[in-house]
């Protein structure tokens, strides 16, 4: 069975410029998240997906972050402008059950803005 | 006092040492706890999962204690093979968000 995927694995940005990010959840896993991991600091959730429906966006740092899951498979994160203390490691993870299940965490998308 | 604290070491070990990490936590809700390895550079992969008083896997030992809000992992005969770092995530709040300590970082050397 196909893990988690991200896509890219590596982006370099400049200031004001935007990306996408790219997750693809385990097949059949309704619950997908984002997360953040910032140099020096732990992994911060973003937000949780059931579906196409975002179930919990606590976790989203301002509006220039855009999460989107259309059809409910997999999902983008778009950061518009982005600024330099967008620079961490993403991480998706999706899950079959609730957030209290175990998640499964793709590689991550190492962002860095210079 | 943070919602999820860990002990960032490192825990320098020789092999076929026993290792002891603690993870406190606020949320005395909480229901589930789990501890992730992470290898550097890599994404988080489950361990253990710890749903009522502990689990066992083989060499690995996780025990709650919900009175004093901590989970701890115990290894036994440490390998070359588990140096990583050990994240505690702890559901939290009204919708359970995973909250992550800041990891534990085992080096166990020859």
């Known amino acids: 069975e196909a893990g988690v995927t991200q896509f890219p694995s590596h982006s370099v940005i400049e200031k004001g410029q935007t990306v996408t990010l790219r997750c693809d959840p385990i097949?059949?896993?309704?619950?997908l998240y984002w997360y953040r991991r910032v140099m020096g600091k732990e992994i911060k959730f973003l937000l949780h997906f059931v579906k196409e429906s975002k179930q919990d966006e606590s976790g989203m740092p301002n509006n220039r972050f855009l999460a989107e899951r259309t059809g409910g498979t997999y999902s983008t994160l778009k950061v518009q402008p982005a600024e330099l203390e967008d620079s961490g490691v993403y991480f998706c993870?999706?899950?079959?059950?609730?957030?209290?299940?175990?998640?499964?965490f793709g590689p991550g998308t190492r962002l860095t803005v210079l | 006092r943070k919602e999820v604290e860990q002990d960032p070491g490192p825990f320098n070990v020789p092999e076929g040492a026993t290792v002891a990490f603690n993870c406190t936590y606020s949320n005395s809700a909480s229901q589930s706890f789990f501890w992730y390895r992470q290898d550097c550079r890599k994404e988080p992969k489950l361990l253990m999962s710890v749903y009522s008083s502990g689990n066992e896997d083989g060499r690995f030992t996780a025990q709650l204690n919900r009175a004093s809000q901590y989970i701890s992992l115990l290894i036994r005969d440490s390998k070359l093979s588990d140096s990583a770092t050990y994240l505690c995530v702890v559901p939290s709040g009204g919708s359970y968000i995973p909250t992550f300590g800041r990891g534990t970082s085992l080096i166990v050397h020859p």
């Open positions: 993870a999706s899950s079959l059950w609730t957030t209290k299940d175990t998640q499964y």
């Open positions: 097949s059949g896993h309704d619950n």
